[in-house]
């Protein structure tokens, strides 16, 4: 039996529509905030567990807790860095799309994000273990010193980026445990460098006079010195992913980085590729998830790795 829809009740769908779509824009401006698609970096705090298998399980509490303080971290600091720079984001061709640049979310709304970010961030630092909980606490009044003043030091802004990534992996290393791996943390701050330059070089080089008032420290760079800078730092981190494979207790030592170095150099030549051939490298995450070759590749990678760490509990 069909229902009678009545004048009123067709008004007022007119007028809830608009609202409820505005709502449903509003939750996702609220959202995008927190920078959700950049957790993936947060995924550091697991590296160093997942090289010693049997020896983390007892500590997978304090593992995840790390993981999730990281979580809110970094999201504090991304919404922390939008309110500082929301005047010369609206000057980014991309960055003015943010939403706090754009409008969608209004400075006071973001305010009340940052704040409830900080008081969940001091609550998970209460839980997580000791040492962790000092590494996150200088993690964030790094990145805090960052958005404030070192940014706009050229070389300095790229070195506090990567070790804002060294901090996560020290961190899931003290959580689950573990000694720390020096070449694994110079592995990854050397590939840090090398994205946050490569960022650097693809603003110079495709925003011009746009890129260089958004980024003062642009005017210290040039695109020929961040290619062999760049390159310098990639090679450094292949040589310390292969060193830092080739010393690990098996099931990974040896016969893992001759399994895995082959998916490493080949991720190193493909961001270059992307880089230096086709101007891309302005966001590493984005072109990490909609490159169909890094993401095949990296599937494949983790898959080897994968098998090898299922492999160390039969």
Not at 71 to 78: D, G, N, Q
């Amino acid at each position: 039996m069909d229902h009678y829809v009545g004048p009123d009740r067709l008004a007022l769908d007119v007028v809830e529509g608009p609202i409820a779509a505005r709502r449903v824009r509003t939750s996702g401006a609220y959202v995008a905030l927190l920078r959700p698609r950049h957790w993936i970096k947060c995924s550091l705090v697991l590296v160093a567990p997942i090289t010693a298998p049997p020896e983390v399980i007892p500590h997978l509490g304090g593992i995840v807790l790390t993981l999730l303080a990281f979580l809110s971290a970094s999201s504090t600091v991304y919404v922390l860095n939008d309110l500082r720079d929301c005047a010369a984001d609206r000057l980014h061709p991309v960055k003015r799309l943010r939403p706090l640049a754009s409008g969608d979310v209004s400075f006071r709304g973001a305010v009340a994000v940052l704040v409830a970010l900080l008081l969940v961030t001091v609550g998970l630092l209460v839980a997580v273990p000791p040492l962790a909980a000092l590494i996150l606490g200088g993690y964030v009044l790094m990145n805090i010193w960052y958005t404030l003043a070192l940014k706009h030091q050229p070389l300095v802004d790229v070195s506090v980026v990567a070790a804002g990534f060294v901090l996560r992996v020290l961190a899931g290393a003290v959580a689950a445990g573990l000694d720390v791996q020096p070449l694994l943390l110079i592995c990854v701050y050397c590939a840090s460098v090398a994205l946050s330059l490569g960022k650097r070089r693809h603003e110079l080089a495709g925003l011009a006079l746009a890129g260089e008032r958004h980024r003062p420290a642009l005017s210290a760079y040039s695109v020929p010195f961040l290619d062999h800078v760049v390159v310098l730092n990639l090679v450094a981190a292949l040589m310390c992913y292969l060193a830092t494979m080739w010393q690990l207790k098996p099931p990974y030592g040896k016969v893992g980085a001759a399994l895995t170095f082959p998916f490493a150099a080949f991720h190193v030549t493909r961001y270059l590729q992307m880089l230096i051939v086709e101007r891309s490298g302005g966001d590493p995450v984005d072109d990490l998830m909609r490159d169909r070759q890094m993401r095949l590749n990296l599937g494949l990678w983790t898959a080897v790795l994968a098998s090898t760490f299922l492999a160390s509990f039969l």
